[in-house]
C-alpha cells in the first residue's frame, strides 16, 4: 500500500510537470525520480516525457531516473539524448542509463560518444560499452585507455577487463605503467579478475595506501601468491586503517597455508565492530575449514553472536 503523504507528492509533481516554471518542473522530475518505484505504472510515463523537455535540468533528473528504474523502453530516447543533446550533464546521465538499460540498439549512439568532448560523458559511456558484443567493443575501449583524461582510462581499463576477449590482457596490461596511480590500480585489478598475475606488484604496493587498500586486499583474497605473503602479514597485523583489508588480508593468509591467517581471523571475529565481525564471518564461511566452522558454531552460542544468527547460518550452509 503506497503512503498517502507520497500519493500526495507524485499527484503535486505530475501537475507541476505541466508547470510553465522551469524550476517547477525541474524539481518535480527530481521528486518523481526518488518515488517513482512506488508508483512506476504512472510515473514512467511522465518522467519519459520530460526527456524532452526544453530544461536541461529536468531531462538530467527524468534521465537518471529512467536509468535507475531499468526502464528498457526509454533506452531509444536515451540514445538519442547522448548522440544530439547540447548539454553534457544530459549526455552524461544518458551514458549513465545507458549502461543498465543500453542494448545492441543503442550501439552507434555508444561507440559515437566515446569521442564526446566531455570527459564526464566518456567516463560513463566507458563502463557501459560492455553490455554491447565484446567483439564490437573491444577496439573502442582500447582506444579509450589512451584517454587524455585519466579517470576515463581508469573506467575504460575496468571495463576491457569485463569483456571475454582473452587478448584484452596484454591491453590492460600495459596500462600497469600509465602516469596515474588509479589508472595502475585499476588495471591490477582488472589483470586479477582474469587470473592474470602480472598486477600482483602493484596490489601489494596499494595494500598499504588505506583508501584502496580493501580493494587491493579483496583480490589478492580471491587470488592469493605467496609473491606478496609479507605485505598481507603486515596489513591483516595493523590495528588501525581500514577494516576491510586486514580481513581480507587474514583470508587470503589461511588460503597461504600462513598460521598468522587463522589468528587473526579469529581475533577480528571477536570484534565489536559490526563491519568488522561481519565480514569475518562471511570469510570464515568461504574459506569451508573445519576449524572456521568451529568458530562460527560457537559464536552463534553466545550471547555475542545472538544478533548475527541470519549471517551465521548464511556462512556455514
Known amino acids: 500500500m503506497i503512503d498517502r503523504h507520497l500519493q500526495t507528492d507524485i499527484a503535486v509533481s505530475l501537475r507541476e510537470l505541466e508547470s510553465s516554471q522551469a524550476d517547477l518542473r525541474a524539481e518535480a522530475a527530481t521528486i518523481l525520480a526518488r518515488t517513482a518505484r512506488s508508483q512506476p505504472e504512472t510515473v514512467l510515463p ?3 516525457q520530460c526527456l524532452d523537455d526544453p530544461v536541461a535540468e529536468v531531462r538530467y533528473s527524468a534521465a537518471l531516473a529512467l536509468g535507475d528504474l531499468a526502464d528498457r523502453d526509454s533506452a531509444e530516447k ?4 547522448l548522440s544530439e543533446d547540447d548539454d553534457p550533464m544530459v549526455r552524461q546521465a544518458a551514458a549513465v542509463s545507458l549502461g543498465v538499460v543500453g542494448d545492441d540498439g543503442v550501439e552507434d549512439a555508444l561507440l559515437k560518444a566515446t569521442k564526446d568532448p566531455s570527459s564526464d560523458v566518456r ?3 566507458a563502463a557501459a560499452l560492455p553490455r554491447l558484443k ?3 567493443v573491444y577496439a573502442p575501449l582500447r582506444l579509450l585507455i589512451t584517454d587524455e583524461d585519466p579517470t576515463v582510462r581508469a573506467n575504460a581499463v575496468a571495463a576491457l577487463g569485463d569483456i571475454p576477449i582473452k587478448k584484452a590482457a596484454d591491453e590492460i596490461a600495459g596500462c600497469l605503467n600509465d602516469r596515474y596511480p588509479e589508472v595502475r590500480l585499476e588495471a591490477a585489478i582488472a589483470l586479477a579478475r582474469m587470473d592474470d598475475t602480472r598486477g600482483v606488484d602493484i596490489l601489494a604496493r596499494h595494500l598499504q595506501k588505506d583508501a584502496v587498500s580493501h580493494l ?4 589478492l583474497y580471491h587470488r592469493p601468491t605467496t609473491k606478496v605473503l609479507l605485505q598481507l602479514k603486515k596489513r591483516a597485523s595493523r590495528w588501525l586503517g581500514n577494516p576491510a583489508a586486514k580481513v581480507w588480508a587474514a583470508g587470503a593468509l589461511v588460503k ?12 577480528l571475529l571477536e570484534s565489536k565492530k559490526d563491519i568488522i565481525r561481519g565480514l569475518t564471518i562471511e570469510v ?3 574459506l569451508r575449514v573445519d576449524w572456521a566452522r568451529r568458530a562460527l558454531a560457537e559464536l552463534s552460542e553466545k550471547p555475542a ?5 541470519s549471517e551465521i547460518q548464511a556462512a556455514l550452509a
Open 46 to 48: 511522465a518522467l519519459r
Open 78 to 81: 536515451l540514445a538519442q539524448l
Open 123 to 125: 567516463f560513463h559511456v
Open 134 to 136: 565484446a567483439d564490437v
Open 216 to 219: 587491493a586486499a579483496e583480490y
Open 256 to 267: 597461504l597455508d600462513d598460521p598468522y591467517g587463522k589468528e587473526r581471523l579469529l581475533e
Open 284 to 286: 570464515l564461511g568461504e
Open 305 to 309: 553472536g545472538r544478533r548475527w544468527q
